[in-house]
T-cell receptor
Framework: AQSVTQLDSHVSVSEGTPVLLRCNYS??????LFWYVQHPNKGLQLLLK??????LVKGINGFEAEFKKSETSFHLTKPSAHMSDAAEYFC???????????FGAGTTVTVRA | DAMVIQNPRYQVTQFGKPVTLSCSQT?????MYWYQQKSSQAPKLLFH???????NEADTPDNFQSRRPNTSFCFLDIRSPGLGDAAMYLC?????????????????FGPGTRLTVL
């Protein structure tokens, strides 16, 4: 069985400051891990994914995430937040032998001018 | 650009009136999914097609049906929409990595259809 816990339901940052979104997972296998972003009334856009290659994964729009097996974490960071980063972010885990995704509850990011 | 397209983007229907949502893809992926996403919640998988094979999730109500006439298109039919079916419906696709079980690659999502039930 697999599961995902996003540790913050809401994160508020000032424009130009770093963003940190925390995600812990549990999985019986070596998982694939993803971060998706969803802007209001839009679909989910893939930010980045980890599939057992480099532990530091770079994604689109300046986001990156680090896979830490010992801590079962996959935290998402961005050095400098932009107003357009205001959205809902989902951490997602997928076992390699399964088609189903397990979603975290989501983290809402607001960016203050 | 290869993509997942959903039509319409916004759909309003009346209580009990059947409605069909459409999804098409130019990625040539063999697996297609339908998700329901209610306000402030994560998406919930309703069912998926592996090629032409339909796979229903155990807790998906009978009110929801799906059709996949070819690789590119997939439809979600809601036979008698209730007020509780108002939600965002997301279509996604992925490519099977091969082997005996489905070991799918990344899922790519469409923009969604926002369904309102009056």
């Amino acid at each position: 069985a697999q599961s995902v816990t996003q540790l913050d339901s809401h994160v508020s940052v000032s424009e130009g400051t770093p963003v940190l979104l925390r995600c812990n997972y549990s999985s019986s296998y070596s998982p694939s891990l993803f971060w998706y972003v969803q802007h209001p009334n839009k679909g989910l856009q893939l930010l980045l994914k980890y599939t057992s290659a480099a532990t530091l994964v770079k994604g689109i729009n300046g986001f990156e995430a680090e896979f830490k097996k010992s801590e079962t974490s996959f935290h998402l960071t961005k050095p400098s937040a932009h107003m357009s980063d205001a959205a809902e972010y989902f951490c997602v885990v997928s076992d390699p032998n399964d088609y189903k995704l397990s979603f975290g509850a989501g983290t809402t990011v607001t960016v203050r001018a | 650009d290869a993509m997942v397209i959903q039509n319409p983007r916004y759909q309003v229907t009346q209580f009990g009136k059947p409605v069909t949502l459409s999804c098409s893809q130019t990625l040539n992926h063999n697996v297609m999914y339908w998700y329901q996403q209610k306000s402030s919640q994560a998406p919930k998988l309703l069912f998926h097609y592996y090629d032409k094979d339909f796979n229903n999730e155990a807790d998906t109500p009978d009110n929801f049906q799906s059709r996949r006439p070819n690789t590119s298109f997939c439809f979600l039919d809601i036979r008698s929409p209730g007020l509780g079916d108002a939600a965002m419906y997301l279509c996604a696709t992925s490519r099977d990595q091969g082997g005996q079980a489905i070991t799918t690659d990344t899922q790519y999502f469409g923009p969604g259809t926002r369904l309102t039930v009056l």
